[in-house]
């Protein structure tokens, strides 16, 4: 049976945001459980030795690493890293990401190459040097975190959409993968919530910038909210975890739906989103 109760989890991009949120949720019942160990990896040190020293005074054993998800030999020396200190790891979470958004012309092949490289790329590395940790020591269970938009995409987000559907598939061919091996898999696809998201936000439209911000800012869901989700759902083993009311309805209905109704739906709610995404154009 996969192990679902993790004590030591490694988390990227876990200096800020999600990422922080999540390392929090699981300190906060490795504290009820005999305590955790965390591996925060990040490219801002700054910020990632503050989130593992906050985590200290909890109690938590915590590892900082600079790591560049795009590096292979950063990703290796972490699991170097891990495997020396803790003998291994149970949990990977796979949440280091960025965010773009724009009109096909707005979007260069560089910024799509570059959102690729991070979001999608970044988790195949991480699985692909993990993956044999879990094999050798018998279980590991990874939570890669997608997106709404990768299981109903928005206009103007077509490389931000693209990545993340990517991963929730990655995931899914993944999960399929790796059950003989002992080893779970869950896919986290939160709708917009207030987290520093906005502060990677490439497009080369600015106006996009600004309808990202204030999505972000007028939802009524927190990063803590969505970790204590996550965290419920991979107890229990569950494959796609979404966060928002909104998001499963409309999931729902793009699943059960004839294709032209669910897509002539879409159109009619997201005119005002396109119309304000375009007015830079």
């Not at 990632?48 to 005074?57: D, Y």
């Amino acid at each position: 049976m996969t192990k679902t109760n993790p004590t030591r989890i490694l988390i990227t991009g876990g200096a800020s945001g999600l990422g922080k949120a999540l390392a929090q949720r699981w300190a906060r019942e490795g504290d009820k459980k005999g305590g955790v160990k965390i591996c925060i990896v990040d490219v801002n040190d700054e910020r990632g030795e503050a989130t593992a020293q906050e985590l200290r005074k909890q109690g938590s054993e915590v590892l900082y690493w600079h790591c560049d998800i795009t590096r292979q030999s950063d990703i290796e020396a972490v699991r170097d890293q891990v495997v020396a200190q803790w003998g291994g790891v149970d949990i990977v979470v796979n949440n280091a990401g960025v965010a773009t958004g724009g009109a096909l012309q707005d979007e260069s092949m560089e910024q799509w190459q570059w959102v690729f490289d991070i979001n999608l790329f970044g988790a195949v590395r991480f699985t692909q040097v993990f993956a044999p940790v879990f094999k050798q020591q018998g279980y590991g269970y990874f939570l890669n975190v997608a997106s709404q938009a990768g299981v109903t995409p928005m206009p103007l987000m077509g490389s931000y959409c693209a990545v993340k559907a990517a991963l929730v598939s990655f995931s899914e061919s993944m999960r399929l993968e790796l059950v003989d091996d002992n080893i779970g898999v869950s896919v986290l696809c939160p709708a917009f919530f207030k987290t520093n998201l906005h502060e990677s936000v490439r497009s080369g439209n600015p106006v996009m910038k600004e309808v990202v911000n204030k999505l972000l800012e007028r939802s009524s869901v927190n990063a803590d909210q969505v970790a204590d989700i996550a965290y419920k759902a991979v107890q229990k083993g569950q494959f796609m975890i979404q966060t928002h009311a909104e998001g499963k309805r409309v999931f729902s209905l793009k699943r059960w739906l004839p294709e032209s109704w669910y897509l002539n739906m879409m159109t009619k709610q997201t005119t005002k989103f396109r119309r304000k995404g375009k007015s830079n154009v």
